[in-house]
């Protein structure tokens, strides 16, 4: 297909990268008036409802989403729909029952809250892996399925295309901090669902609406591609027990204690608006089953009923890009191409200040603790740097998987299940006790990561280790995550009866007595309540599963 990328194009996508950096520039610049580090990290405390929800939406939407939804929307349908609409439910926990305890112990990240709530070894632990998380998960899972789509796109070189994205996004993200990852993320959501909006529209025309797709999925005999919820008779990987038992696994981490998701969270102006934030992002995430799975289905019926004659999808890794390329006129394409790299831009900001975060406040003033606020910022942004080094040598490897939305959670199904467990009991069990946390990350981290050893050692040389076990090497990574978490959780409870809770332990008392407890607070009155809030959005995304159960 030749390269249709025009003189107008070309005007929005540069419009668009000088727009984003300058602003990210101006929002940093703007608050340097604030004391150094708070300013720095947490954007002085400023953010306010909309900004969190918004930033929320645009960290998590990547372009691996992009990409790699739209390619499971042409495979398999509407199922990878739900690691977004169950993330609703996920964030309405966030709101309603972690953010309290985040905001009130007036912590930076959440590492330091663990420290608080257990001991210090668990915060050493869990700053670690949430580094490393970052730079997997939001740097380099986004670069190896961004390359993809641009390289696709513009024809550029692989490695040309990365570290251009990466170096255009330090520039902001060095300068400004958070407040500028917040400023710019929050365009780059409002960029990228707008593209997003467009490109399902012009698929939607192309294929005759709802009831052409309907016709078309009907006639190839694929109607259960509009199915989420299926059997494991019809769907090994992701059957209807494996969603319900494993997601909250994989999403009370990613949304609850994932420092490069809740920062946003951290920064808030009060408590109420710290949770109506998250309420927020959880109705937008109604939308990505609509405007990021969708299409690909929408495609996959234009490919199978030759409706744009001689275009064709070689690889459906590829889909997205030959979409735009097919689909867009001049000028939308330009567009979209910029939502793109709004995706990819705002997933490495947030990731790079997450990581600069935790490095400094959680690692070097551990060591150093009377270094000054201008010394820490210093120490941050070099962290910043190297954390987009270390991501871009990642991404030969992760380029090994067939479908990088597929490889992302198998990798987080490994990862997640101790720090959620710790987490959990931490919140709502009061007996929980420091030593118990501390052995259960160390026994739940080893477990995850011989595990996954196991798996993927298997998976790339099949005949030399024949001998790992069939349970290793065969169980879908949603289940895994779900018998990795239940160990977990007996583990603890286990740990905590023999080793209980010592004179001076949980002084603030960082837990629910009672889990109704977390309700007690007033919150905004009318409409704007955070607990009708939750209640609305719960009620929808129950509806949605009913209609398309």
Partial sequence: MPNKVGNLDLLVIITYLVGIVGAGCYAGMKKRKESGANRYFLAAHSLKWPSIGMALFATNISCV???????????????????????????????????????????????????KRYCRECRDWLAVISMAAAIIFHIAFPLAAGWVVLHAIFGIDKWVCILSMCALTAVYTVIGGLAAVVITETIQAIVLIIGAILITGFAYAKVGGWSGMVDGLTASGDLLKLSMLRSSGVERELPWYAIFLGYPVLGIWYWCADQTIVQRVLGAKDENHARTGPLFCAAIKILPVFIFVLPGLLFYVIIKQNLLPGVTVPNSKEVYGVMIKSLLPAGVFGIMAAALMAALMGNLASAANSISTLF????????????????????????????????????????????????????????????????????????ASARS?????????????????????????????????????????????????????????????????????????????????ALKSPGWPGLANYKVLAGAIFIAMVALYAVFR
């Fill in 360 to 431: 400094s406040y959680d690692l070097w003033r551990r060591f150093q603790p009377e270094t000054p606020d201008n010394r820490l910022v210093a120490i941050g942004r070099v962290a910043t740097f190297a954390s987009f080094l270390l991501g871009i040598a990642l991404v030969p490897l992760l380029d090994r998987y067939d479908s990088i939305f597929a490889g992302l959670n198998d990798v987080i199904a490994h990862m997640a299940p101790p720090i959620t467990c710790v987490f959990l009991l931490g919140i709502f069990w009061p007996r």
């Fill in 65 to 115: 989403h992009l990409v790699s939804l739209a390619q499971a929307g042409y495979d398999n349908g509407l199922l990878m729909g739900n690691f977004e609409w169950m993330a609703g439910f996920t964030l309405i926990l966030l709101g309603l029952f972690f953010v309290p305890f985040y905001i009130r112990a007036k912590v930076a990240t959440l590492p330091d809250f663990l420290e």
């Fill in 437 to 517: 946390a501390k052995w259960t990350m160390r026994i739940g981290s080893g477990m995850g990561a011989l595990v996954f050893a196991l798996k993927t050692l298997h998976k790339w040389k099949p005949t030399e280790l024949d001998w790992v076990p069939l349970f290793f090497r065969d169980t879908p990574f949603m289940m895994m995550a779900f018998y990795l978490f239940a160990p977990c959780v007996v583990l603890q409870i286990v740990f905590t009866l023999a080793l209980p809770k010592q004179p001076g332990e949980d002084t603030e008392k960082l837990y629910w007595p009672h889990p109704f407890d």
